[in-house]
């Protein structure tokens, strides 16, 4: 299975980035829930490595929620889905080094601007780590 050509079905990638932005906000709320909860779990020792912590439950989170639905519960609600190229859905290695790249490249700035203007400019609507890893997100529920 091939993924809908954008093309002759743009539909299927339009207002991508606006719902990928929505999708981030998200599953930015999510993890941030899940790192106070943590920090509270253990007595607030997890405040001296904040930033490690919530690195690591957001690779945590993206790896879990793309290997299990190819999409974080944030992608779930913009209606997107995270797909191969071809159509295939990822694998959760894949989804794992998805999930390494985008909180590398939210650390910094030179990455993140790269990203958007991916999505802006290339056909299937790609960020930075789509890109590389030759995935994009779907508008549409594309059968597995």
């Known amino acids: ?18 719902k990928r932005g929505l999708a981030w906000v998200v599953d930015l709320v999510i993890t941030l829930l899940i790192v106070i909860v943590a920090v509270v779990l253990t007595a607030f020792i997890g405040l001296f ?12 989170y993206r790896w879990v929620m793309l290997s299990n639905y190819a999409a974080t519960a944030g992608m ?9 190229l071809d159509g295939r859905v990822p694998d959760p290695v894949t989804c794992l080094v998805h999930a390494v790249i985008f909180s590398f490249s939210m ?30 997100m779907i508008n549409r529920w594309v059968e597995d």
């Open 49 to 60: 490595f904040f930033p490690v912590l919530w690195v690591a439950v957001s690779i945590a």
């Open 107 to 136: 650390g910094f700035v030179v990455p993140q601007v790269a990203s958007v203007a991916l999505m802006l400019v290339t056909p299937y609507r790609q960020g930075l780590n789509d890109v590389i890893l030759s995935t994009t």
């Open 76 to 84: 779930m609600l913009a209606g997107i889905k995270l797909r191969h």
């Open 1 to 18: 299975m091939r993924l809908p050509d954008p093309q002759i079905e743009p539909e299927f990638y339009h207002a991508l980035v606006v």
